[in-house]
């Protein structure tokens, strides 16, 4: 059974810092490059980085560009969001997901109908 969750949401205060975390299991973490994707109250959803299946390369959208890192380590199929900066509207639940990305060596921009497989959220709030 293939399973990603997330955890390490919460509150915290603008400025502050959050870590998440997806454990992945159930598939060939290898094989997949891993994407963040947040939605906010009343929003539509927003891919906000990946990255490839060795971990060597990450991208980001703009608007968490310089402040939120992805990191992966693949020995324990666990992707991580670190989020500097927070801001208010950081506010959403994040989802971690996995697209089938063999042989690649970069990813993104990604999209949501790319991906196989997703976790069922954490929530993010951030207050001003």
């Known amino acids: 059974e293939v399973q990603l969750v997330e955890s390490g949401g919460g509150l915290v205060q603008a400025g502050g810092s959050l870590r998440l975390s997806c454990a992945a299991s159930?598939?060939?973490?290898?094989?997949?490059?891993m994407g963040w994707f947040r939605q906010a109250p009343g929003k539509e959803p927003e891919a906000i980085s990946c990255i490839s299946p060795s971990g060597g390369f990450s991208y980001y959208v703009d608007s968490v560009k310089g402040r939120f890192i992805t990191s992966s380590d693949n020995a324990k199929n666990t992707v991580y969001l670190q989020m500097n900066s927070l801001k208010p509207e950081d506010t959403a639940v994040y989802y971690c997901?996995?697209?089938?990305?063999?042989?690649?060596?970069?990813?993104?921009?990604?999209?949501?109908?790319?991906?196989?497989?997703w976790g069922k959220g954490t929530l993010v709030t951030v207050s001003s």
């Open positions: 997901a996995a697209a089938y990305a063999y042989g690649s060596s970069t990813c993104g921009p990604i999209d949501y109908y790319e991906m196989n497989y």
């Open positions: 159930g598939f060939t973490f290898d094989d997949y490059a």
